[in-house]
């Protein structure tokens, strides 16, 4: 009996564990949905962008399903539990199961389509920065959104400041650069700043969020097959207990 409501316990720990992991991959997708300003939305915006690259506006939705489902499986867990109810522990244990190898896929996936990823990013550099030669300071849009993206990542251009040349912003107003790419507000950015400034491009400054938060989300995916692994043990054995009664 003792044994019985020590796996109780765990089973409920294990679960309020899984639930906030949930919680906290469900609020990473919104983020991802919500924050429109970023170099993403540029990319999307580039003609003849590889088709590959709209599908990163699914990676919030996936983070989103994810996050939703393990925080359902999570109460769920809580509840067979405390119910004893040998139907909702097989049923919790078959559908954990499930999410472990589809989790286990992803991170495959994921390992194999950062470098990709990356390279991507590296071979849309002429466009992208034709782009900025083309329209900055002349579409709102556009312009509005590199600035936001660059006032967020405190970055200039894609790759460097020189990105700027020859476009229709540095024509009005006279060879001056967004004030993004130089270190001091209360300089005229003008070529010479900007050089001795040595901002970084939004390109590298994009990767390290990446690669950065690509190590946050590995931990916790890891810690919650970890999680899931303990609540499957513990769901069995429950059950199991559960039958012999």
């Not at 309020?16 to 924050?35: E, H, N, P, S």
């Not at 359902?72 to 472990?100: D, N, P, T, Y």
């Not at 200039?156 to 400041?161: F, K």
């Given at each position: 009996?003792?044994c019985k409501g020590f796996l109780k ?237």
């Amino acid at each position: 009996m003792c044994c019985k409501g020590f796996l109780k316990v765990m089973m409920f720990v294990f679960n309020f564990c899984i639930f906030a992991a949930g919680a906290t991959i469900l609020g990473v997708g919104v983020w991802v949905k919500v924050d429109s300003g970023s170099l993403l939305g540029v990319l999307n915006d580039i003609k003849d962008a590889p088709s590959e690259l709209a599908q990163l506006a699914n990676v919030g939705y996936l983070l989103i399903a994810i996050g939703a489902v393990l925080v359902v499986m999570g109460f769920l867990g809580c509840c067979g539990a405390i119910r004893e109810s040998r139907c909702m522990l097989l049923m919790f244990f078959i559908i954990v199961l499930i999410i472990f190898i589809a989790e286990v896929a992803g991170a495959v996936i994921i390992l194999v389509f950062q470098p990709v990823f990356q390279k991507l990013l590296d071979e849309l550099s002429s466009k992208v920065i034709g782009s900025i030669r083309e329209d900055y300071g002349k579409e709102e849009g556009l312009t509005a959104l590199w600035n936001s993206t660059m006032t967020q990542l405190k970055c200039c251009g894609y790759r460097n400041y020189t990105d700027f040349d020859g476009s229709p912003f540095l024509s009005s107003t006279g060879n001056i650069y967004p004030e993004t790419c130089c270190n001091s507000t209360s300089l005229t950015c003008n070529e010479g700043t900007a050089a001795m400034s040595e901002i970084d491009g939004c390109f590298e400054k994009l990767v390290d969020l990446i690669e950065h938060n690509a190590v946050v989300l590995g931990a916790v995916a890891l810690g919650i097959a970890a999680l899931e692994i303990a609540a499957m043990v513990v769901s069995m054995v429950l059950y199991t207990d559960i039958g012999n009664k």
